[in-house]
């Protein structure tokens, strides 16, 4: 009885190991990616984004990593792929924040002024040239086989389980789908964040809360369509 309730106790610990060791193989991966990226944007960054892209080879890149070319193809297709994944960091911190929010049960226009607020902190870390070109690759059209990985969220998935709550309590209206409505909102975003890369908008986000606030006010219940 002594040996079966020790063999018992030491089961549950055994089944543990390949969770642990899963967890850890895919915190490294993040790591080894995050790395990767950040070392080509300061390559790219000290070379100049009208030039650096194309000036700079992957073999660079993996050296000042330090890790093998194997290990970049593993995590990218080809350089250019790195750019994405900066919308790809913005629009999860978009969803994570829009999460929270509707855990929270925050009102539409509190929701929105946090992801607008989530958004520039994540846009102004990186220099306007890198996202000018991030939001170009970003926006390419794709083509089969080439779309984001699912694993991805896109700003129109945060912005919609918003617009889905706030059509469930009555914020806005139901005339319109909460995925148009996101659609609308993240036209907004891009044209915005393209804007203010380019020089053309100095105050990224004033600019944006200004904007959605107009684009709120044609959605509230009542509006004529």
């Known amino acids: 009885m002594a040996k079966q309730l020790s063999d018992d106790t030491e089961a549950p610990a055994a089944s543990t190991r390949p969770r642990r060791r899963a967890g850890l193989s ?23 984004f009208e030039t650096g892209i194309e ?3 992957i073999d660079e890149i993996v050296e000042k990593a330090g890790v093998t070319k194997g290990t970049f193809y593993f995590h990218f297709a080809h350089k250019e792929e ?6 790809y960091q913005t629009a999860t911190v978009l969803y994570e924040e829009a999460t929270r929010c509707v855990n929270a049960q925050r009102t539409l226009e509190e929701s929105l002024r ?19 070109r991030a939001m170009s690759e970003f926006l390419r059209p794709r083509k089969p086989g080439d779309e984001p990985p699912a694993s991805f969220p896109s700003f129109g998935q945060a912005l919609e389980i918003l617009f889905a709550r706030a059509v469930e309590v009555g ?14 909102i993240e036209a907004l975003y891009v044209d915005s964040i393209m804007e203010w890369s380019k020089g053309r908008l100095k105050h990224l ?3 944006l809360q200004r904007r959605t606030a107009v684009v709120l006010a044609g959605l509230r219940p009542g509006a004529a369509f």
């Open 26 to 48: 895919q915190a490294r991966s993040r790591d080894t990616r995050r790395r990767l990226v950040q070392t080509a944007m300061r390559l790219w960054t000290e070379r100049g």
């Open 55 to 57: 000036e700079t080879t």
């Open 82 to 87: 790195i750019l994405l994944e900066l919308g």
């Open 114 to 132: 946090r992801l607008v607020g989530s958004l520039v902190a994540s846009v102004q870390a990186a220099p306007p040239a890198a996202v000018g």
């Open 171 to 184: 914020e806005v209206t139901d005339a319109v789908e909460p995925g148009e409505m996101a659609q609308i």
């Open 205 to 207: 986000k004033p600019s």
